[in-house]
């Protein structure tokens, strides 16, 4: 956004000013904004041909030179929207960029300000990403049937649904066309017309099948999918009349059977598809498109669907706290030591290794962000849309940072938890068990009576067993702390319950036994009953930790200069040794009584 004013054209110069974006080269980007020349309001794109303007309108009161205009350009996926003077003009929708078979947003390329063949001027420019506007997001993949989600009640649902396997699978009725199932976010239905709406599904199908939005009747909804038979990504609308395809994009790869993620971004009258994450195609409607009912849909013939998850910004749909909190207050006045993102960083990454995840929460850990906020109450962490938020005092009673996160020696077990009686651990709140926690709700764990996902925890606590190796890595971008891209996550079948089990249960029957170190393990003599030559390396192993002849005796490399009698004796004799000194080149610094046989003296 900026404030922009055209110079009056004098000697052949042309007068424009325009928002510059999606800039790849100076023959490949987009623009929009005045042209005094035409009197209108353009959007276009520079091709190697020229300017190209794509979409014009006349503003009220006519465009003038020297005269200062309020521009706004405001981008959802592949639909352009431009602002003039707080009025919304118009909106386009381009195509997406593709790059080496990837497609992308028109966020990709880089933005600024510009003209053809103009002189102006510009105050007040500002470029911001907008952070995710979402404050409420639901999910479910069907693993426990159908789910809160999915609409109940009389009128929600035409055709046949029914969930088995994890997937909630839907078909036509017999001498029908389309197989309809509304969901719901926290109960609510429907969304105000000011408000984001974000929708996406994995799903297969042979027929076409996605997501409907602005639903009002059976006969009359907007809908985004995929038509495998016409290998299309296609946007619409459907009226009693039939079916319209308002904007649609080839895609080849669409085949029957296979899963396919669709996501469809609703934002005033805009909207825009990806497809497997990736910019497919957009339209901007006559009208708002979030105040409708939304759900999912199987046309033509019968479609499975993996999972789906809701997102919106209205504030009027009920949040669910995915929080975790003290067991009480604490008792000290004095401050406690804040977090440092530094050390965030490492016992997030630490937290990632002790969680034992499916492929499908593995997922669910695609993006996040993690950063220090002073929570409210006795709040020690929570997550909310993306976001993990840590307390930056532990509601006051002071985080511990384990500096050996690998291990559990500060604990000893008690029950379900360990518990720390002494040192630092013992009195304040332990980090890594509330970052392990929060990961979990971020993977799509619900809270629980009693384990890791408990809803309480207390200043010496740990709810979670140190892992074994790790066996396999997740990337993990998180912003605000620096350097936490690539963590390690344990093999993917250790968090699976069997029915009824608690998640106490699953963390003792997967967790390694907890090995005292502190002593030295008795082996008898090599020969002695019971224990074969063999065995030897247990002994060493255990006694060594593996450790290497060298590094069991650092001195090894030492090389004496000593001298020796000229007649050997038969009794040991005390002598001198020279150490050398490194940097001297000689050997006369050090001088260390030894005692050497004579047999025994070297150089």
Same mark, same amino acid.
């Given at each position: 956004?900026?404030?922009?004013?055209?110079? *009056?054209? !004098?000697?052949?110069?042309?007068?424009?000013?325009?928002?510059?974006?999606?800039?790849?080269?100076?023959?490949?980007?987009?623009?929009? /904004?005045?042209?005094?020349?035409?009197?209108?309001?353009?959007?276009?794109?520079?091709?190697?041909?020229?300017?190209?303007?794509?979409?014009?309108?006349?503003?009220?009161?006519?465009?003038?030179?020297?005269?200062?205009?309020?521009?706004?350009?405001?981008?959802?996926?592949?639909?352009? #929207?431009?602002?003039?003077?707080?009025?919304?003009?118009?909106?386009?929708?381009?195509?997406?960029?593709?790059?080496? %078979?990837?497609?992308? /947003?028109?966020?990709?390329?880089?933005?600024?300000?510009?003209?053809?063949?103009?002189?102006?001027?510009?105050?007040?420019?500002?470029?911001?990403?907008?952070?995710?506007?979402?404050?409420?997001? /639901?999910?479910?993949?069907?693993?426990?049937?159908?789910?809160?989600?999915?609409?109940?009640?009389?009128?929600?649902?035409?055709?046949?649904?029914?969930?088995?396997?994890?997937?909630?699978?839907?078909?036509?009725?017999?001498?029908?066309?389309?197989?309809? =199932?509304?969901?719901?976010?926290?109960?609510?239905?429907?969304?105000?017309?000011?408000?984001?709406?974000?929708?996406?599904?994995?799903?297969? #199908?042979?027929?076409?099948?996605?997501?409907?939005?602005?639903?009002?009747?059976?006969?009359?909804?907007?809908?985004?999918?995929?038509?495998?038979?016409?290998?299309?990504?296609?946007?619409?609308?459907?009226?009693? /009349?039939?079916?319209?395809?308002?904007?649609?994009?080839?895609?080849?790869?669409?085949?029957?059977?296979?899963?396919?993620?669709?996501?469809?971004?609703?934002?005033?009258?805009?909207?825009?598809?990806?497809?497997?994450? =990736?910019?497919?195609?957009?339209?901007?409607?006559?009208?708002? @498109?979030?105040?409708?009912?939304?759900?999912?849909?199987?046309?033509?013939?019968?479609?499975?669907?993996?999972?789906?998850?809701?997102?919106?910004?209205?504030?009027?749909?009920?949040? #669910?706290?995915?929080?975790?909190?003290?067991?009480?207050?604490?008792?000290?006045?004095?401050?406690?030591?804040?977090?440092?993102?530094?050390?965030?960083?490492?016992?997030?990454?630490?937290?990632?290794?002790?969680?034992?995840?499916?492929?499908?929460?593995?997922?669910?850990? %695609?993006?996040?962000?993690?950063?220090?906020?002073?929570?409210?109450?006795?709040?020690?962490?929570?997550?909310?849309?993306?976001?993990?938020?840590?307390?930056?005092?532990?509601?006051?009673?002071?985080?511990?940072?384990?500096?050996?996160?690998?291990?559990?020696?500060?604990?000893?077990?008690?029950?379900?938890?360990?518990?720390? !009686?002494? %040192?630092?651990?013992?009195?304040?709140?332990?980090?890594?068990?509330?970052?392990?926690?929060?990961?979990?709700?971020?993977?799509?764990?619900?809270?629980?009576?009693?384990?890791?996902?408990?809803?309480?925890?207390?200043? @010496?606590?740990?709810?979670?067993?140190? $892992?074994?190796?790790?066996?396999?890595?997740?990337?993990?971008?998180?912003? @605000?702390?620096?350097?936490?891209?690539?963590?390690?996550?344990?093999?993917?079948?250790?968090?699976?319950?069997?029915?009824?089990? *608690?998640?106490?249960?699953?963390?003792?029957?997967?967790?390694?036994?907890?090995?005292?170190?502190?002593?030295?393990?008795?082996?008898?003599?090599?020969?002695?009953? @019971?224990?074969?030559?063999?065995?030897?390396?247990?002994?060493?192993?255990?006694?060594?930790?593996?450790?290497? $002849?060298?590094?069991?005796?650092?001195?090894?490399?030492?090389?004496?200069?000593?001298?020796?009698?000229?007649?050997?004796?038969?009794?040991?004799?005390?002598?001198?040794?020279?150490?050398?000194?490194?940097?001297?080149?000689?050997?006369?610094?050090?001088?260390?009584?030894?005692?050497?046989?004579?047999?025994?003296?070297?150089?």
């Amino acid at each position: 956004m900026a404030s922009v004013k055209v110079v *009056k054209p !004098t000697a052949g110069w042309n007068a424009n000013s325009y928002v510059i974006f999606d800039y790849q080269s100076p023959t490949n980007f987009k623009f929009a /904004g005045l042209n005094v020349s035409t009197n209108k309001i353009e959007m276009g794109q520079r091709t190697a041909g020229g300017w190209q303007v794509l979409k014009q309108a006349s503003f009220p009161g006519s465009v003038k030179n020297d005269t200062w205009y309020n521009l706004m350009l405001s981008v959802n996926g592949l639909t352009a #929207t431009l602002v003039v003077n707080n009025s919304n003009v118009f909106s386009y929708t381009f195509a997406a960029t593709v790059v080496d %078979g990837w497609s992308y /947003g028109l966020n990709w390329g880089l933005v600024g300000f510009g003209s053809n063949r103009s002189r102006g001027a510009m105050d007040n420019i500002a470029v911001q990403v907008v952070p995710p506007a979402a404050t409420v997001t /639901g999910s479910d993949d069907f693993t426990s049937g159908s789910g809160p989600m999915v609409t109940a009640v009389a009128g929600s649902a035409t055709g046949s649904w029914a969930s088995a396997n994890g997937r909630l699978n839907g078909a036509p009725s017999a001498g029908g066309d389309t197989a309809i =199932q509304l969901l719901n976010l926290s109960g609510a239905t429907q969304m105000s017309a000011s408000s984001l709406l974000d929708l996406s599904s994995t799903f297969n #199908t042979a027929g076409r099948a996605g997501l409907v939005f602005d639903r009002y009747s059976d006969t009359d909804f907007k809908f985004a999918a995929i038509d495998v038979p016409a290998r299309q990504v296609i946007i619409g609308h459907r009226t009693a /009349g039939g079916w319209f395809v308002d904007a649609s994009v080839a895609n080849a790869s669409l085949a029957a059977g296979v899963d396919f993620k669709l996501g469809v971004s609703i934002k005033g009258s805009t909207a825009s598809v990806t497809l497997n994450d =990736q910019a497919a195609v957009g339209f901007v409607f006559n009208a708002v @498109g979030t105040d409708g009912r939304f759900g999912l849909f199987a046309g033509g013939s019968a479609a499975s669907f993996d999972s789906v998850t809701v997102r919106t910004s209205d504030a009027s749909v009920a949040a #669910t706290s995915l929080s975790l909190v003290a067991g009480f207050a604490a008792s000290s006045s004095e401050p406690a030591p804040p977090v440092s993102e530094a050390e965030l960083q490492v016992m997030a990454a630490a937290a990632l290794q002790r969680l034992s995840l499916d492929d499908q929460q593995r997922a669910a850990l %695609g993006e996040i962000s993690v950063r220090v906020q002073d929570l409210p109450g006795l709040a020690l962490g929570e997550y909310r849309d993306g976001t993990l938020l840590i307390d930056v005092d532990a509601a006051g009673h002071g985080w511990f940072v384990d500096s050996t996160p690998g291990d559990d020696a500060e604990y000893r077990r008690r029950g379900d938890l360990l518990v720390a !009686t002494h %040192g630092v651990a013992g009195g304040r709140m332990d980090l890594l068990s509330v970052l392990a926690h929060e990961l979990g709700h971020a993977a799509g764990l619900e809270h629980a009576d009693e384990g890791l996902m408990a809803e309480q925890l207390n200043p @010496g606590q740990r709810t979670l067993l140190a $892992a074994g190796p790790s066996h396999g890595t997740i990337d993990l971008p998180v912003t @605000g702390v620096a350097g936490l891209s690539s963590l390690m996550a344990p093999p993917a079948a250790a968090l699976s319950r069997l029915p009824g089990e *608690k998640l106490s249960t699953v963390a003792q029957r997967v967790s390694p036994p907890l090995i005292d170190w502190s002593g030295r393990m008795a082996f008898p003599a090599n020969g002695a009953t @019971g224990l074969s030559a063999a065995r030897s390396w247990v002994a060493d192993f255990v006694n060594h930790l593996a450790s290497t $002849a060298s590094e069991r005796n650092p001195n090894v490399v030492l090389r004496l200069q000593i001298e020796a009698p000229s007649q050997p004796s038969a009794k040991p004799s005390r002598t001198s040794a020279l150490l050398r000194d490194p940097d001297a080149g000689s050997y006369p610094q050090i001088k260390v009584p030894i005692r050497v046989s004579p047999e025994a003296c070297c150089r």
